[in-house]
């Protein structure tokens, strides 16, 4: 309907009515984002109304049509210029089109660069400069970035609260030093893959920032206990989340920690830390039996059914459990399970792999978990889909059955557990 149209016979003008406030809350109720963009398709005086609402944006655009979207979006405060990591033939964002980020977005709070392969530290030195605002960064697979660049975004953006540099293999400890120094506030930071970072900089990021809820170091493989333990200590009352995945030096002693000092913490990603046994995991079920929801521990190969019994027995909240490879695990495991009319929160397990498992556990495990929405028994022999069948299993009607292959990690809804 045009704006321009009267209400009624006689009536008013809709735009000499409405004003821009009542306008705002109209555009405020429509949730879907199509209903949004028709909205602005009204007249140009919605079109402006919208535009200055508007707070996110995605994009792809060069230098020129980077200061339009500036210009018409004034309010933006969520900008994503990520590029998709099938096209490794095109940079992407580049340092020219930050230079006018940094002058065009000056609200700015957060920005993503994910897979922008034209980045450069002469860039992230322009929003440092430039965009104090800033609270969340994502530079994750930039691969020209280095400590130098970054330092520049840390000195000029000190309320940083989320930092993700995941598959920047440049960075060194230097920046996680310059962390504890310049952004005390931070909360999450992603670093996966960043293989030159040590214990000495795990270590240094605990000096000083001490409000850290979430902490990625998976697949660095140079941080080891006295790292862990030094920030499991400084950040024991805050650390929810901790994923350690492939970090091999990472054993008992990091384990432990976890249980002495953050009793608060929900999910731990430990799979492939072979060092890791049954004696911290039990530690770690006990202390955080009331924080616990998520614990991937595949390729644990020390962890027995000891393990796996106190985790069930002890840890309510938990949801998600992934013991894949881990083949000391047996049917005993999910025994006691039923005792006293336990019901198990339980939503996804992963057993893929454990040979000793039999359709009798998976009887247990189904029994005692109605809720369970994900269960993989991939290479597990003697559960088959033809076992199940002739012993009468009957899963939960929502529950996703992995025999074969056919759930995966990149599945969306496996992927929000870990």
């Not at 002739?390 to 599945?411: I, M, R, T, Y």
């Amino acid at each position: 309907m045009s704006a321009a149209l009267s209400s009624g016979t006689g009536g008013a003008l809709i735009n000499d009515v409405l004003t821009d406030d009542v306008l705002r809350a109209v555009l405020a109720q429509l949730v879907p984002e199509a209903e949004r963009d028709a909205f602005g398709l009204v007249c140009r005086r919605w079109l402006r109304i919208q535009s200055s609402d508007r707070r996110r944006l995605r994009a792809r655009a060069g230098p020129a049509m980077l200061r339009r979207l500036a210009s018409r979006f004034p309010g933006i405060l969520e900008l994503d210029l990520s590029q998709s990591p099938s096209r490794s033939f095109y940079p992407g964002v580049i340092d020219d089109d930050l230079d006018v980020v940094a002058g065009g977005f000056r609200n700015l709070r957060v920005l993503a660069l994910q897979n922008c392969k034209g980045v450069t530290d002469v860039g992230m030195a322009k929003i440092g400069d430039r965009l104090s605002s800033l609270q969340s960064l994502d530079v994750s697979y930039c691969r020209k970035l280095s400590d130098k660049g970054l330092k520049a975004v840390l000195l000029g953006c000190q309320n940083l609260r989320q930092l993700v540099v995941a598959g920047c293999r440049l960075i060194t400890d230097n920046l996680l030093i310059a962390l504890s120094k310049s952004c005390i506030h931070l909360e999450d930071l992603v670093a996966a893959g960043c293989n030159n970072i040590t214990d000495a900089g795990i270590s240094g990021l605990a000096d000083g920032c001490h409000k850290m809820k979430s902490l990625d170091m998976s697949k660095c493989n140079k941080v080891g206990d006295p790292g862990v333990c030094k920030f499991a200590e400084v950040s024991s009352s805050s650390l929810v989340s901790l994923k350690l995945l492939d970090c091999n030096k990472v054993g008992d002693k990091s384990i432990h920690a976890l249980a002495k000092f953050c009793h608060n913490l929900e999910t731990l990603v430990i799979g492939g830390c072979r060092d890791v046994t049954d004696a911290s995991i039990e530690a770690l079920a006990f202390a955080c039996c009331s924080s616990l929801k998520c614990l991937r521990m595949d390729w644990c190969l020390k962890i027995t059914d000891s393990s796996l019994r106190s985790l069930l027995s002890n840890c309510k909240l938990l949801v998600a459990i992934d013991v894949g490879c881990c083949d000391q695990i047996t049917d005993a495991a999910f025994q006691l399970m039923d005792a006293n009319g336990f019901q198990s929160a339980l939503r996804l397990l992963k057993i893929n792999s454990c040979v000793r498992i039999t359709v009798a556990g998976v009887r247990n495990v189904i029994e005692s978990c109605k809720a369970l929405e994900h269960l993989d028994v991939r290479s597990c022999p003697q559960v088959t889909r033809q076992s199940c069948e002739q012993a009468g299993l009957q899963f939960p009607g929502s529950c996703k059955v992995n025999f074969e292959g056919s759930l995966s990690e990149s599945d969306p809804s496996v992927l929000i557990f870990f």
